[in-house]
């Protein structure tokens, strides 16, 4: 397969045109062409050599992936489902916030940590994206958005590997694909508006400083071990204190102070207990950080609810009062399934874990209806809108 010259970092951009005893500023032009003015065909960079263009047409391609659908939220909010080599289908999000706005971005189709709470999980695993198709993802925003004019307005602002995946199981694609965004020659974003988000892969973590130096979120989401271990299964691997000392390690191999982002989803019942939130206080009493608390949002599949306004509300006062700075994610784009935890794609599962928990969710809405009494018409009904509910629900943001 011919190399994609829209995945190819700054270092592996001059090794190819190195090997090709090109100069290195040939790099810089390329990939100023590619990402800053949007052209993914080499004959239209007119400051590149006919020579040259041809011998890289018999070498390369520049291709991004292609997006199948387009959905525009009410909210201001846009969903875009693209098309990846492998044949899935995976969601990214804008979230505009005034003039500027934030990208969250796919980094594998499916995942295979399987968080209690998270639709990605539940889509089971299919395969890790590309260097060019997790960049693709914020070249094609780019475009659907402000075009590559160079007096267009740039919308995005901050960029987070939020999407559909862990992406730190997905190593060395994200590290090429994050080196991109903040690179001047490519999208030039600040490290500080540049976010991994990971669900705790403790010895990734560990790498992490050898090779960026990126923002870090970390989706936490219970106080203890054994909540946790119960609602995200990497925490039987990577338990909490291990997990708190390889995020301790990293941020402090940071050059500017900068604090981590502790995600917690609040599940009704499960962790938004005022208990819990005074566990995740002395939890997290030493490491600097802010904490974002997100309402669970609901999707077929899971029968997780979301607290109340008010349960959420005495679950931040609680932390507020113990120091913290708080910030409770408001819901945006779930008219368009695009809130946090509902992204979905299209996922050609490889675990069977999709039919699985089709299966439980067969089952239990068997036992609910036995138990209102519904008659055997009105169940195969119910079952065949789940069914429906379940292929279509829309991506799931996930680590
Ligand atoms: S929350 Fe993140 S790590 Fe967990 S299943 Fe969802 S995508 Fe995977």
Redesign the pocket.
């Known amino acids: 397969m011919k190399p994609n010259l829209l995945g190819l970092s700054r270092e592996k951009m001059k090794a190819l045109f190195s090997e090709l005893e090109e100069k290195p500023f040939r790099a810089q032009q390329v990939m100023q062409w590619i990402h800053q003015r949007g052209v993914l065909d080499l004959n239209e960079m007119t400051d590149i050599s006919k020579v040259l263009r041809g011998k890289l047409e018999q070498l390369v391609e520049i291709r991004a992936p292609k997006v199948v659908a387009d959905y525009p939220s009410e909210d201001g909010s846009h969903k875009w489902i693209i098309e990846v080599a492998s044949g899935s289908r995976v969601e990214m999000v804008f979230i505009p916030e005034g003039s500027r706005g934030t990208l969250c971005v796919s980094s594998q189709a499916g995942?295979?940590?399987?968080?209690s709470?998270?639709a990605?999980?539940k889509q089971g695993f299919n395969s890790n994206l590309t260097v060019a198709e997790i960049i693709g993802q914020v070249w094609l925003a780019r475009q659907q958005l402000d075009g590559f004019d160079a007096a267009a307005q740039r919308r995005i602002s901050n960029v987070v590997m939020m999407g559909?995946?862990?992406p730190l199981m997905n190593f060395e694609p994200v590290m090429d694909a994050v080196s991109l965004m903040m690179d001047d020659w490519a999208y030039g974003l600040s490290k500080r508006k540049v976010t991994i988000s990971t669900?705790g892969v403790v010895p990734a973590i560990r790498r992490m400083k050898e090779y960026t130096d990126a923002s870090l979120a970390v989706?936490l989401h219970a106080p203890n071990d054994a909540l946790r271990s119960s609602i995200?299964p990497?925490n039987k691997k990577y338990p909490i204190a291990e997990l708190m000392d390889a995020v301790k390690e990293y941020m402090s191999s940071l050059q500017d102070k900068r604090v981590p982002v502790i995600e917690y989803t609040v599940i009704k019942g499960v962790n938004d207990h005022r208990q819990h939130a005074r566990e995740l206080a002395e939890l997290l009493k030493t490491l600097p950080c802010k904490i974002n608390l997100i309402p669970f949002n609901p999707f077929s599949l899971s029968d997780y609810r979301r607290p109340s306004d008010s349960v959420i509300s005495n679950f931040r006062e609680i932390l507020q009062r113990a120091g913290f700075t708080v910030t409770v994610r408001t819901t945006r784009a779930d008219d368009i399934g695009a809130a946090c935890?509902q992204l979905v794609g299209d996922v050609e599962d490889q675990t069977r874990r999709q039919e699985r928990h089709a299966r439980r969710a067969e089952a239990r809405q068997n036992e609910a209806s036995e138990h209102s009494g519904q008659s055997r018409v009105e169940r195969a009904r119910i079952l065949a809108s789940t069914g429906k509910a379940a292929a279509s629900d829309p991506l799931?943001l996930?680590?």
């Open positions: 995942c295979s940590l399987d968080c709470f998270c990605t999980g559909m995946g862990e669900s989706s995200m990497i935890g799931v996930g680590s």
